[in-house]
């Protein structure tokens, strides 16, 4: 049994391959460890997970935000292999998840647009470029917590059109101080600004709420995908749920830069588990 893990800041996808080739789900709250501490990870494997299984693990492939760094690839190991102690244990980026996902063998520069974002150029069978993301404090350009930031202090400021700032009030009766508290005070701020994105998305039609989500994308490809030199010769592609539910919007960005935007789908998962589904075929 195979089990391959997409983690991102929002959510887990889990799937779980069986020798016979029978495929399994199961999903969780998101875990990042550079925000999170490792017991919501092992939360999230005790509850949604663990109930799923039946046999031995023999290989974990797990694909997640955050691990860049080798102490943080160790975290996610020690905890994995608290559980699967006799299985093969890989942590990759989420970044090479997406690219095999969407790229397959093929070059081409792969992102992600979710609550965070990131992108790579990907030469068929490793990532030889990226751009560092900096996570939502100091980058993410694009993402869902990027765009919820800016709208937030729009508001808070007074700074969008009324009827708009009518109907969010009536969405997050939260004050000033409220909302505050929530991102300096509490957990998960990234999480909590990166769900005024559904608003956003339900008032496209607002020129306020499109010029929004323009310029986010148009930010991320300006500081993101124009700096890889192939960019304008390779097919870029996106996963993520902000990329799929403004796909429109992101290819209009693209279209306006001449680059070619090809697969938006909205989690890397399913291109994965054919990945190493053919891998446990050979």
């Not at 919501?40 to 799923?52: A, C, G, M, T």
């Not at 007074?158 to 939260?174: D, G, I, S, V, Y």
């Not at 004050?175 to 956003?200: C, H, V, W």
């Not at 500081?223 to 990329?243: D, E, L, M, P, R």
């Amino acid at each position: 049994m195979i089990l391959i893990a997409d983690s991102g800041g929002s959510k887990i996808d889990w799937r779980i391959l069986h020798d016979d080739g029978k495929i399994d789900q199961a999903s969780g709250p998101g875990f990042n460890p550079y925000y999170q501490p490792p017991s919501d990870l092992e939360r999230s494997i005790e509850e949604k997970l663990l109930p799923q299984l039946s046999g031995q693990v023999k290989e974990v492939f797990f694909y997640g935000a955050g691990v860049s760094s080798p102490d943080n690839q160790e975290i996610v190991k020690k905890i994995l292999r608290k559980y699967f102690d006799h299985a093969v244990v890989e942590i990759n980026l989420d970044l090479l998840g997406a690219a095999r996902s969407l790229c397959g063998e093929e070059e081409g520069i792969a992102c992600i647009l979710g609550t965070g974002s990131n992108s790579c150029s990907y030469d068929g069978s490793k990532i030889d470029k990226n751009i560092a993301s900096l996570g939502w404090i100091l980058g993410d350009e694009g993402s869902g917590t990027y765009m919820g930031k800016r709208f937030l202090i729009d508001y808070l400021r007074k700074e969008m059109p009324e009827k708009l700032a009518e109907h969010f009030r009536a969405r997050f009766p939260f004050n000033r101080e409220e909302m505050l508290s929530k991102i300096y005070q509490q957990d998960k701020p990234a999480a909590f600004l990166g769900s005024f994105t559904r608003f956003i998305f339900q008032h496209l039609k607002d020129p306020y709420c499109y010029q929004l989500a323009y310029s986010g994308f148009d930010v991320f490809f300006e500081k993101n995908i124009t700096q890889y030199n192939n960019h304008k010769n390779v097919k870029v592609h996106f996963t993520g749920s902000v990329a799929f539910y403004f796909g429109n919007i992101v290819r209009q960005v693209g279209n306006d830069r001449g680059i070619i935007v090809k697969n938006i789908v909205e989690t890397p998962i399913a291109g994965l588990t054919l990945f190493h589904k053919k891998n446990l075929n050979t």
